[in-house]
């Protein structure tokens, strides 16, 4: 204990200049159908680079805030910590998925819906071994009930003043509206309480960490986990000390158990890859991609400007990207280009594709294509005195042109790491109204079926996929005002609103697969 002292008040002296940042976000959940507020704190080291994620729970009564309000200034700890800290909000749900009340829904949320929100969005380490779970009282029997049942997410966990059996208390802190009476539902209660879960944990299938004070209304339940551990030779980290069941006790308990994180994370998470530099970039596709770069919306690459430094990425998400690599990292001295053109398809990409990709020798290619190929099958449709003339949109030919496509491209450089987008359309504007908009349901069935073939493909060239189409589907569910242009404008072309959430999207998937190191 004396030498985990030590080393903290080194840790907290090193921190007390904290230059972290905080973030209150809103998290969608689908299983829930509602937002869920969160806290995120970023450490200033954290700029640019990938960091291990700490994700920490409230107790009953709490709230995403009481961490950060009530106990103590996460900043410094997450700065001397090296890691990113995220506070979801729980209600009172005690983090399980409950079996009565299908808006409670929290352990779902924790384990799946959070993380992959978080990883889209920030430079994390996307795996268990870049993940752990702690919180206090409520949270820390909802850490330890995540972590055990969903060790493919997280790695390690820990509990401070926890719940971890909650039997003893059957008509305290609305369990009983999870779960039910425990007189009528004594299976379910066994099924839900952590010291049961515990119980078939093998040794080193987590990394875990404990405590509780003396004086706490939870020591005897705590004592019991510890004594079942150690009887079934699980190795876990025990600690007791004087204290209640407070904030006092909780905000000298936190910086031991991030020490303990922060040692698990140095032995287990990937070590970054030596980044190349010089690194050159390349994004193909149509007006999306294109955002008007070179001053020149629409025309060959040939035909734009190419020295005016100003205009020289668009006003797009490849915009954003560029801005942002090369903003966080100019010792790298990536190189961007941008060859999307306005209106093009697949065609129209292949016949440019020696120009504006093979001359351009990239280390990384992005191609973003699909919704004008559906686009000109329905202009044959309008155009046609009998639109059952019309053959049907060939997928198996645009998979083989798109397939061709990368072939050249890997040929030409077999180190090429590629970037696949999927193509997407919104239910408003122009393309959702008249004779347009009568074939909107044919529209999103050809742009769904080019999305299966480009998840197909990226899969086959081991290529990073960028879901676009999935990342539109969930915006059009958070529609502020209800405003159904707020995303995307037109029903094709994003606002600057959604250009930055698909920037973030693509700088997220290019992070978790190492795409620009």
Same mark, same amino acid.
């Given at each position: 204990?004396?030498?985990?002292?030590?080393?903290?008040?080194?840790?907290?002296?090193?921190?007390?200049?904290?230059?972290?940042?905080?973030?209150?976000?809103?998290?969608?959940?689908?299983?829930?159908?509602?937002?869920?507020?969160?806290?995120?704190?970023?450490?200033?080291?954290?700029?640019?680079?990938?960091?291990?994620?700490?994700?920490?729970?409230?107790?009953?009564?709490?709230?995403?805030? #009481?961490?950060? @309000?009530?106990?103590?200034? +996460? *900043?410094?700890?997450?700065? =001397?910590?090296?890691?990113?800290?995220?506070?979801? &909000?729980?209600?009172?749900?005690?983090?399980?998925?409950?079996?009565?009340?299908?808006?409670?829904?929290?352990?779902?949320?924790?384990?799946?819906?959070?993380?992959?929100?978080?990883?889209?969005?920030?430079?994390?380490?996307?795996?268990?071994?870049?993940?752990?779970?702690?919180?206090?009282?409520?949270?820390?029997?909802?850490?330890?009930?995540?972590?055990?049942?969903?060790?493919?997410?997280?790695?390690?966990?820990?509990?401070?003043?926890?719940?971890?059996?909650?039997?003893?208390?059957?008509?305290?802190?609305?369990?009983?509206?999870?779960?039910?009476?425990?007189?009528?539902?004594?299976?379910?209660?066994?099924?839900? #309480?952590?010291? @049961?879960?515990?119980?078939? +944990? *093998?040794?080193?299938?987590? =990394?875990?960490?404990?405590?509780?004070?003396?004086? &706490?209304?939870?020591?005897?339940?705590?004592?019991?986990?510890?004594?079942?551990?150690?009887?079934?030779?699980?190795?876990?980290?025990?600690?007791?000390?004087?204290?209640?069941?407070?904030?006092?006790?909780?905000?000298?308990?936190?910086?031991?158990?991030?020490?303990?994180?922060?040692?698990?994370?140095?032995?287990?998470?990937?070590?970054?890859?030596?980044?190349?530099?010089?690194?050159?970039?390349?994004?193909?596709?149509?007006?999306?991609?294109?955002?008007?770069?070179?001053?020149?919306?629409?025309?060959?690459?040939?035909?734009?400007?190419?020295?005016?430094?100003?205009?020289?990425?668009?006003?797009?998400?490849?915009?954003?990207?560029?801005?942002?690599?090369?903003?966080?990292?100019?010792?790298?001295?990536?190189?961007?280009?941008?060859?999307?053109?306005?209106?093009?398809?697949?065609?129209?990409?292949?016949?440019?594709?020696?120009?504006?990709?093979?001359?351009?020798?990239?280390?990384?290619?992005?191609?973003?294509?699909?919704?004008?190929?559906?686009?000109?099958?329905?202009?044959?449709?309008?155009?046609?005195?009998?639109?059952?003339?019309?053959?049907?949109?060939?997928?198996?030919?645009?998979?083989?042109?798109?397939?061709?496509?990368?072939?050249?491209?890997?040929?030409?450089?077999?180190?090429?790491?590629?970037?696949?987008?999927?193509?997407?359309?919104?239910?408003?504007?122009?393309?959702?109204?008249?004779?347009?908009?009568?074939?909107?349901?044919?529209?999103?069935?050809?742009?769904?079926?080019?999305?299966?073939?480009?998840?197909?493909?990226?899969?086959?060239?081991?290529?990073?996929?960028?879901?676009?189409?999935?990342?539109?589907?969930?915006?059009?569910?958070?529609?502020?005002?209800?405003?159904?242009?707020?995303?995307?404008?037109?029903?094709?072309?994003?606002?600057?609103?959604?250009?930055?959430?698909?920037?973030?999207?693509?700088?997220?998937?290019?992070?978790?697969?190492?795409?620009?190191?």
């Amino acid at each position: 204990m004396r030498k985990y002292t030590l080393i903290l008040c080194f840790l907290l002296a090193a921190a007390t200049a904290s230059a972290a940042k905080i973030d209150t976000v809103a998290v969608f959940s689908a299983k829930m159908q509602r937002e869920i507020p969160a806290l995120v704190v970023v450490p200033d080291a954290g700029a640019g680079r990938r960091m291990p994620v700490l994700y920490l729970l409230h107790g009953y009564s709490g709230s995403y805030m #009481t961490w950060q @309000r009530d106990v103590t200034d +996460l *900043r410094p700890l997450a700065d =001397a910590c090296g890691m990113i800290v995220v506070c979801p &909000d729980g209600a009172n749900s005690w983090y399980w998925d409950s079996p009565l009340d299908p808006a409670s829904q929290f352990e779902t949320f924790v384990a799946q819906e959070l993380p992959d929100w978080i990883d889209a969005r920030y430079l994390t380490i996307p795996s268990r071994e870049g993940r752990a779970v702690t919180g206090l009282s409520m949270g820390g029997h909802g850490a330890l009930w995540v972590a055990l049942r969903h060790k493919d997410r997280f790695g390690a966990a820990g509990s401070t003043s926890g719940g971890v059996d909650i039997r003893p208390f059957p008509d305290s802190w609305e369990m009983k509206k999870q779960l039910g009476e425990l007189k009528d539902n004594p299976e379910r209660w066994n099924a839900h #309480t952590v010291i @049961r879960q515990a119980a078939s +944990l *093998r040794d080193g299938e987590l =990394a875990l960490i404990f405590d509780c004070g003396y004086q &706490d209304f939870f020591y005897q339940v705590n004592l019991n986990l510890h004594e079942q551990l150690m009887r079934q030779g699980v190795g876990h980290d025990f600690l007791v000390r004087p204290g209640a069941h407070n904030a006092a006790y909780w905000s000298a308990s936190l910086p031991c158990q991030m020490l303990f994180f922060q040692r698990w994370f140095a032995r287990n998470a990937p070590q970054p890859a030596v980044t190349a530099s010089g690194r050159r970039v390349v994004y193909i596709g149509d007006s999306i991609t294109d955002g008007n770069w070179g001053k020149a919306n629409g025309k060959p690459s040939s035909q734009r400007n190419l020295w005016d430094r100003n205009h020289l990425f668009g006003s797009g998400y490849m915009y954003l990207c560029a801005s942002y690599y090369q903003g966080y990292f100019p010792d790298r001295d990536y190189r961007f280009f941008n060859r999307g053109v306005g209106g093009h398809a697949l065609g129209d990409l292949a016949a440019r594709w020696q120009e504006d990709v093979i001359d351009l020798r990239p280390d990384v290619l992005s191609v973003f294509v699909g919704t004008n190929d559906a686009e000109r099958h329905l202009g044959r449709l309008l155009r046609a005195d009998d639109p059952k003339t019309v053959p049907d949109f060939d997928f198996a030919d645009w998979e083989r042109t798109y397939r061709g496509l990368l072939d050249q491209a890997r040929q030409a450089n077999p180190a090429l790491k590629i970037v696949l987008c999927t193509p997407f359309a919104a239910p408003c504007g122009k393309i959702v109204e008249g004779a347009l908009g009568e074939y909107y349901p044919l529209r999103q069935r050809i742009l769904a079926q080019c999305c299966v073939i480009v998840e197909r493909i990226a899969a086959d060239y081991g290529a990073t996929l960028v879901p676009f189409h999935r990342l539109i589907a969930d915006l059009e569910t958070r529609l502020p005002n209800g405003d159904a242009t707020y995303w995307v404008w037109d029903g094709i072309h994003p606002t600057p609103a959604g250009q930055r959430l698909m920037a973030d999207c693509w700088i997220g998937a290019a992070a978790r697969n190492g795409v620009m190191e």
